[in-house]
C-alpha cells in the first residue's frame, strides 16, 4: 500500500517507479509487448495505460462499479481484453482496452479475490473465498470468454488462482495452504493436490513448465518470492 506502480525493462534486475500516487492496489496485469497495464485499486477504481513503456506512462480512471472493492485484474496477450473482479459486484470484462466494461458474472458469489484468463481471453478463472454461509466458495471457470461460468471446485476460502498461457490448467490455493491443480477443465472432480514444502504463501503464479510461489509469513512481516519447477506442464 502506498508504493505506487513500478517497472523493470530487464527481467526484475532493476525497478523504475513510474507512478508514486498512494493506492490501496490489488491488482496488476500487463500485455505481452509491455505497452499495456491494468491496475485495480480496492477502494478505488480501475487504471489502464496503453504508453507503459515511457519514461512517466499516463493512467485513465475507470470505474465500471459503484461498489470499488476490486480484488484483481487480468488481461490478453494483446492488453485488448480484460477481466477485473469486484468483491461483491461480480467480475467485469472489456473488449476494448477499457473504453467500455460490462458485467460478465454478477457478483451471487460474495468475496471474489482474484481473476485469471489465458493469453486469447477465452478461459477465465476467478478464485472465491468462503464470504458467508450461503457463499461457500471456490474457484469460477468460463471456458467461453466469459458468457457462461460454472463452479469446479468448492467449499472453502480460496485465495489465488492461475492459469497456463494455453487455458489448459488451473492452479488453485486455499486459506489453509492447500494447492490444487486441474487435470481437466470440463469436469469438477478431476484436481489433484500439489505438495508444496512451504508456509504462509499468498499468491501463485502458473506458467508452462514452472510454479512461482508468493511467501508472505504475517508473523514475521516479511514477504519473498518462491520459485518451484513442476514435474510436468501446469
Not at 499516463?58 to 459503484?66: A, I, R, V
Amino acid at each position: 500500500y502506498g508504493g505506487g506502480i513500478w517497472r523493470s525493462v530487464d527481467s526484475g534486475a532493476t525497478w523504475t517507479q513510474i507512478n508514486s500516487t498512494a493506492r490501496n492496489y490489488t491488482g496488476i496485469c500487463m500485455s505481452n509487448d509491455g505497452t499495456k497495464i491494468y491496475v485495480c485499486v480496492k477502494g478505488g477504481s480501475i487504471y489502464y495505460s496503453a504508453n507503459a513503456l515511457v519514461t512517466t506512462p499516463t493512467f485513465t480512471e475507470q470505474n465500471p462499479s459503484t461498489d470499488n472493492q476490486w480484488t484483481g485484474v487480468c488481461c490478453s496477450s494483446d492488453g485488448s481484453t480484460a477481466y477485473c473482479a469486484e468483491q461483491f459486484a461480480g467480475i467485469f470484462k472489456t473488449t476494448n482496452s477499457g473504453t467500455n466494461w460490462a458485467l460478465s458474472k454478477a457478483g451471487d458469489y460474495a468475496g471474489i479475490k482474484r481473476v485469471r484468463c489465458s493469453s486469447d481471453g477465452a478461459v477465465v478463472c476467478a478464485a472465491v473465498e468462503n464470504y458467508t454461509p450461503s457463499t461457500p466458495g471456490g474457484i469460477l471457470v468460463s471456458l467461453d470468454s466469459g458468457s457462461t461460468w460454472n463452479m469446479r471446485i468448492g467449499s472453502g476460502e480460496w485465495f489465488d488462482v492461475s492459469i497456463n498461457r494455453g487455458g489448459t490448467s488451473i492452479i488453485a490455493f486455499k486459506g489453509n495452504g492447500s494447492t490444487y491443480k486441474s487435470k481437466g477443465l470440463l469436469a469438477d472432480n478431476l484436481w489433484e493436490t500439489i505438495n508444496i514444502p512451504l508456509s504462509y504463501y499468498s499468491g501463485i503464479i502458473a506458467d508452462d513448465g514452472v510454479l512461482s510461489v508468493v511467501i508472505s509469513n504475517g508473523n514475521a512481516g516479511y514477504t519473498q518470492i518462491g520459485r518451484a519447477s513442476c514435474r510436468e506442464r501446469v
